[in-house]
């Protein structure tokens, strides 16, 4: 009688050390020393691992970088993209709207890579590569407000550009003090920002100019 062949066992890699949790690590070091500061070493040394450990998932530390700004780009790209799309039913204004509230919940469901995002300044082409996507979603949203303030949506004695910035620059300023734990949650704060920004710059009638007495 012949016996089946034990089930040979898998292998197993040390808990908490998969890619995702050294990206996590890499991302706290470069937004705590700074990238340039930041060395492959310190990074082995703040996981509790060797250098060769750390390179069997990745390649070089600009490939952490890389990815990094990419978790921190996608999804944000991925909603400008979609709000960009005329469809018929949905007004520049709606799809505007929307979108800045979008990209409230990504940055909080991505602060550490949007903090580090936000601190790169085109050193190498990773970084150069990041700043030109950031360029385009400005683009594309200030063409969302410029189509919204054409439909009469939104008032249109602001330049659409600045309008953009200005819209960006709120949401992008949660980096400095929204923490998950606090007394907002993502809900609310996006009800904030979308609230005190379209209310600014929502259209409004002059006003009649008042009779004077005789």
């Known amino acids: ?6 089930t040979p066992r898998r292998r197993r890699g040390r808990p908490g050390h998969d890619q995702a949790a050294i990206l ?13 500061a930041t060395s492959m070493g310190d990074l ?5 691992l060797t250098k060769p450990a750390i390179y069997h998932h990745v390649t070089s530390k600009e490939q952490l970088l890389s990815r990094a700004l990419d978790d921190a780009l996608d999804e944000l790209t991925a909603a400008v993209t979609e709000a960009s799309r ?21 940055l909080v ?13 085109g050193n190498s082409e990773v970084e ?4 030109e996507r950031r360029r385009w979603l400005d683009d594309r949203l200030a063409e969302l407000v410029a189509d919204a303030a054409a439909e009469g ?34 809900a609310a704060v996006a009800d904030a920002v979308t609230v005190i920004a379209f209310d600014g710059l929502a259209r409004h009638e002059p006003e009649p100019p008042t009779s004077q007495a005789s």
């Not at 082995?44 to 509790?48: I, N, R």
């Not at 005329?86 to 990504?106: C, D, F, H, I, P």
């Not at 659409?160 to 400095?176: I, Y």
């Open 128 to 131: 150069l590569a990041a700043l």
């Open 153 to 186: 949506a939104l008032r249109a004695d602001v330049p659409p550009a600045l309008v953009s910035r200005l819209l960006f620059g709120m949401v992008n300023s949660l980096v400095e003090w929204y923490r998950a734990d606090g007394a907002y949650d993502t």
């Open 24 to 36: 996590r690590a890499a991302v706290e070091l470069f937004n705590r020393k700074g990238y340039d």
């Open 1 to 6: 009688m012949t016996t089946a062949e034990p």
């Open 44 to 48: 082995a040394k703040e996981l509790g």
């Open 86 to 106: 005329k469809e018929a039913g949905t007004s520049a204004y709606q799809r505007l709207r929307a979108v800045v509230r979008r990209s409230v919940e990504v």
């Open 109 to 121: 469901a991505h602060q550490p890579s949007v903090t580090l995002l936000l601190r790169v300044r």
